[in-house]
C-alpha cells in the first residue's frame, strides 16, 4: 500500500510504500515494535507501539529516546474496570476524545517508577490477566488508555489500533504507544516516519490499512473473533411528523454514551437498496435554523424524499456536533469565521480536528435494523466510505441539492474544495 504526504511542511511529497498488516503483526507477537500513522485528517502522526505483555527495559529506552517520552497503555475497558482504574476525568474536553484513566507505577519492583525498567515492569503488571488494583499506586508515571469497544472500526486512533493488534498477535489485549518525534521536537510525519522506520528496522502500516484488514476478515480481529456490538438498541416509538408516519428507534453508543436515533419510513423488510439519510447531530441548524450550514435544510430534504419513496431510514448520529468537536467548541469556530477564517482552520486553530467525527455506530445501527445496502443520501464521499467500511454496502450516493444563504456561501465552497465533498451547483 501506498500513501502521498500532503501534509503541510512535508519536505517530500512522493508516494510512501507501508508494510503489511500480517507483517506488523508477525513482528508484535514476536515482542518487536512497530510504527503506526494515523490518518491524515486526524493527527497525522505515528506512533512507536508494541505487546504491552512483553514490554523490556530495552524497548522502553528505545521508545523513550524516539519520542515526546508520555508512555500511554491502551487497554480494554473490563480490564480496567478489574484493576480500578476509572478515567482521569468525567468531562473530557481533549481533542480526539482520547480516553485517559489514572496515572499507575507497579506497587513492588520498582524504585522512583521512571526508568526504563520501572516503566516495563508497571506495564507488563497491568497486562497480567493475575494483577489486582493493590498491585498499583497512583498516580505514576505510565497512562493507561481506555480503548473503545470495536477497535478501529469504532474509533481510529493508536489507542484502538493497539489493542486490536494485540489480540490479532494471540497476545493480552494492551499494547504501548507513544508519539514519534524529530530531533527538534516536532511530530514526525510521513515521509519521515518512512525514513525513521526503515533506520531501526520496523514495520510502518496505518490504521486505515488495520482498518481495511478488518473488514476484509468479516470485522474480525481474527477468523475466529467478532466485532463487539458498538450501539444498543434502547427504545422504539411513534413519530409522526409533517412528512408522515415515521418509527423512531433510539440507540445508546456502547463506549461513549452517545444517544442515536433512526427515524424508518415505511417496511424495511426487504433491507436492500434502502434509501439512507446519514445525518450528523446539529443542533444550530436542525433546532435553530441556522443560515451558517445547510443541515437543517437537508435533513427536511432527505425526510421528504425518502416519504416520497415510500420508505427509508434517516440515522441521526449524536455527538457529531461542529463535525464532532461539540457545541461550545462549534460557537467558538464560528468566532473565527466571523474573523474570516475559514470552517478548516477554525477547529485547527481551536486545537481539534478538522472533523472527528466516526461512521461505525451508523453501520451498525443499519445492519440492526436489517439495512444491507442503501442509496445514500449524502454529498460527502467519506460518509459512504465510512459506511462500506463497517460491512453496509452503498449502492450508490444520491446527491443532495445545496441550500446556499449569504451567510454560508464560503462555509460550502470550504467543504467541496478542502473536504471533498460534491457541491457542483455551489458557484466558485
Known amino acids: 500500500m501506498t500513501v502521498t504526504d500532503t501534509t503541510p511542511g512535508a519536505t517530500d511529497t512522493s508516494a510512501v510504500v507501508l508494510d503489511s498488516i500480517d507483517d506488523a503483526v508477525a513482528d508484535f507477537a514476536a515482542g518487536r515494535a512497530i510504527v503506526v500513522v494515523d490518518d491524515e485528517d486526524r493527527e497525522n502522526e505515528g506512533d512507536i507501539i508494541f505487546a504491552a505483555e512483553l514490554a523490556t527495559p530495552e524497548l522502553l529506552a528505545f521508545m523513550i529516546r524516539h519520542t515526546s517520552g508520555v508512555v500511554c497503555v491502551p487497554m480494554e475497558g473490563d480490564d480496567l474496570d478489574r484493576l480500578d482504574l476509572p478515567l482521569m476525568t468525567a468531562r473530557n474536553e481533549e481533542s480526539l476524545r482520547t480516553a485517559y484513566t489514572v496515572t499507575v507505577d507497579a506497587r513492588e519492583g520498582v524504585t522512583t517508577g521512571i526508568s526504563a525498567a520501572d516503566r516495563a515492569r508497571t506495564i507488563r503488571l497491568l497486562a497480567s490477566a493475575d494483577s489486582r488494583p493493590v498491585d498499583f499506586v497512583r498516580p505514576g508515571h505510565i497512562l493507561p488508555l481506555r480503548a473503545r469497544p470495536g477497535g478501529v472500526l469504532a474509533r481510529r486512533g493508536h ?114 437498496d434502502v434509501l439512507t439519510r446519514l445525518h450528523s447531530e446539529c443542533l444550530t441548524g436542525d433546532a435553530f435554523g441556522s443560515h451558517r450550514c445547510d443541515c437543517g435544510a437537508q435533513l427536511d430534504a432527505a425526510m421528504a424524499d425518502i416519504a416520497e419513496e415510500g420508505r427509508g431510514v434517516v440515522v441521526y448520529l449524536g455527538g457529531h456536533e461542529g463535525r464532532g468537536i461539540g457545541l461550545l467548541h462549534k460557537l467558538r469556530a464560528y468566532s473565527l469565521q466571523d474573523e474570516g477564517v475559514d470552517t478548516v482552520d477554525a477547529n485547527l486553530r ?60 464560503t462555509y460550502l465552497r470550504t467543504k467541496r474544495d478542502r473536504m471533498g465533498h460534491e457541491l457542483n451547483d455551489v458557484a466558485q
Do not use: C
Not at 215 to 241: F, I, K, Y
Open 159 to 272: 489507542t484502538e489500533a493497539s489493542v486490536d493488534f494485540a489480540r490479532m498477535a494471540g497476545l493480552r489485549p494492551a499494547g504501548v504507544l507513544a508519539e514519534v518525534v524529530n530531533d527538534d521536537g516536532t511530530m514526525a510525519r510521513l515521509p519521515r516516519l518512512r525514513a525513521f522506520a526503515d533506520e531501526h528496522g520496523l514495520r510502518l502500516v496505518s490504521v486505515e490499512q488495520l482498518a481495511e484488514y478488518r473488514v476484509a476478515l468479516g470485522h474480525a480481529l481474527t477468523p475466529d473473533q467478532s466485532t463487539p456490538p458498538l450501539v444498543t438498541r434502547m427504545v422504539e416509538t411513534r413519530m409522526p411528523n409533517r412528512h408522515g408516519e415515521w418509527r423512531a428507534l433510539g440507540f445508546r453508543g456502547t463506549a461513549d454514551g452517545a444517544e442515536h436515533v433512526a427515524l424508518v419510513y415505511g417496511d424495511l423488510t426487504d433491507g436492500t
Open 350 to 409: 481551536l486545537g481539534l480536528p478538522a472533523d472527528a467525527r466516526e461512521f461505525g455506530a451508523g453501520a451498525q445501527i443499519l445492519t440492526d435494523l436489517g439495512v444491507s445496502s442503501v442509496r445514500l443520501l449524502s454529498n460527502n464521499p467519506a460518509k459512504a466510505e465510512g459506511l462500506a467500511a463497517h460491512g453496509v454496502h452503498v449502492v450508490r450516493r444520491v446527491a443532495m441539492p445545496s441550500f446556499v444563504t449569504r451567510d454560508n456561501i
